[in-house]
């Protein structure tokens, strides 16, 4: 079956293919680095292992914690004493080291680094940390030119893992290192198995028959395949095709990008079109209504000049009747004059007329009668009755203005007031008649032409009122 390596130098293809058998085994990792990047323990821990990480760097330990949750993970460096120590931290990198003179070697190769104070453990405090029962199938240690001071601090625990990973090599050389530490290894009966030209690899006399695993170095009969995350040059082929590939598809995500906003722009025009269209669609039904709107003002401007017209036609018609009626009335105004001037006439005639002078005492009699005679003191009535005795006398020769007098006396009701004096006054009259000289009763042949049309007159009006009496 086909697996994934991830580690810098094919570790994990060796022990895989010397423990692939076991199932959900248990690994140490000191120098366990990043979780991923040349990692040795994350193809096992695909396949259901766990173990403990000890990684003293902050940044790689983090990632652990993060990525490893069925592992145990120390934030300390693995030494021969169980106090604080400096760590020499290069960042980004798989240099970091608690060997200072490696830290100023990689310093004169252009590396820099920080000084941290870390925890130390040894071997030994690591182990006991272990469950009692707990077998260790692998552990590897990669610590920078440190290796020597692990393997020190691994004095009296009786664990024993069945494979030992070790870097024999100073960092970044091919020097080997494993002389001054491997006596301790065979020491605890282990046997020297295989060597990848950084690594040693050692196998515990407990499972010498592991030994046949690492005869050959990988090969094609191991089935694996590179993840493409490592950091070693025989990596870089695959980070080229990768890089190839990330460009091409870098290059097609552009290209959709640009056709997304190829497609975004023609929507968008055809949105614009859209919105175009239909403000030309709502113009056009707003030219529409004025145009209705301007043949509805059209048409009622024509019946408003029609209405004008017929106005005007009318108030031509008004205005010709009224000049008729102007005339009319000047007419009427005119004849009103001419009458008022011929009553007038008359009545100037009437009052230079014999009749109406002659008749002045008369009239003067009634007004005074209606206004003081009922109230006159005796004294004062003596002293008129001279006066009306001898008007009486007047009236009495002169028949028609007798029977004028009496009509206006009953008009005026004065007939019962005046009837005892006008009796006594006829007695007294008919005493001294002898003594006036007689006069010639005045007859209607007699009148003038003038005095003839206004005794036609009164008595008309007098018949007029006797027959309203006589209705009423």
């Known amino acids: 079956m086909t697996y994934i390596s991830y580690a810098q130098n094919f570790e994990d293809v060796m022990l895989w293919r010397a423990l692939r058998h076991v199932k959900n085994g248990f690994y140490i990792d000191i120098g366990a680095q990043d979780p991923v990047v040349d990692s040795v323990s994350l193809l096992f821990y695909e396949h259901g292992w766990s173990g403990m990480n000890v990684e003293p760097t902050a940044q790689y330990y983090n990632m652990l914690l993060a990525a490893r949750k069925r592992d145990t993970n120390f934030q300390v460096t693995i030494g021969t004493n169980n106090s ?6 290069f960042d980004g990198t798989g240099l970091s080291t608690a060997d200072k003179e490696t830290a100023l070697r990689h310093s004169k190769a252009g590396f820099s680094f920080r000084e941290v104070e870390v925890g130390v453990l040894t071997l030994d405090s690591l182990f006991e940390a272990l469950p009692d029962d707990q077998i260790v199938h692998w552990m590897k240690i990669d610590v920078e030119g440190q290796e020597q001071q692990v393997l020190e601090s691994w004095v009296t625990s009786k664990v024993r893992p069945w494979i030992l990973v070790i870097e024999s090599t100073k960092p970044l050389t091919r020097e080997e290192t494993f002389l001054a530490w491997e006596a301790n290894v065979t020491s605890k009966s282990y046997r020297f198995a295989y060597f990848d030209g950084l690594n040693r690899y050692y196998v515990s006399a407990e499972h010498e028959e592991l030994l046949e695993a690492f005869r050959v170095p990988p090969n094609i009969f191991d089935g694996f395949v590179l993840s493409g995350q ?29 056709a997304a906003l190829r497609a975004q722009r023609v929507e968008s025009e055809r949105d614009l079109a859209e919105i175009r269209a239909r403000e030309a669609e709502t113009h056009a039904r707003e030219a529409e209504t004025h145009a209705r709107d301007a043949g509805v003002r059209a048409k009622e401007a024509e019946a408003t000049t029609e209405q004008v017209q017929v106005n005007a036609a009318q108030a031509k018609a008004i205005a010709v009747q009224m000049e008729i009626r102007a005339e009319q009335a000047s007419v009427t105004a005119q004849n009103a004059e001419t009458m008022v001037q011929q009553v007038t006439s008359q009545l100037q005639g009437v009052y230079a007329s014999k009749a109406w002078r002659s008749t002045a005492p008369l009239r003067w009699i ?24 001898a008007s009486l006398s007047f009236v009495q020769t002169r028949p028609l203005l007798k029977a004028t007098l009496v009509n206006a006396i009953a008009k005026l009701g004065l ?43 009164l008595q ?13």
């Open 84 to 89: 604080g120590s400096t760590f020499y931290t």
């Open 366 to 389: 009634a007004h005074q009668s209606r206004q003081h005679l009922p109230g006159l003191s005796g004294r004062t009535k003596h002293a008129i009755k001279r006066p009306l005795i």
């Open 460 to 472: 008309a009006a007098i018949e007029n009122e006797q027959n309203r009496n006589a209705q009423g």
């Open 230 to 258: 490592s950091s070693q040059p025989f990596y870089r082929i695959n980070e080229l095709k990768i890089g190839q590939a990330d460009a091409k598809a870098q290059q097609a995500r552009l290209e959709a990008q640009e």
């Open 415 to 457: 007939a019962e007031q005046l009837r005892p004096w006008y009796r006594g006054a006829v007695a007294r009259r008919a005493a001294v008649s002898h003594l006036e000289a007689p006069r010639a009763e005045l007859s209607f042949e007699d009148m003038t032409p003038r005095a003839k049309h206004l005794y036609q007159q």
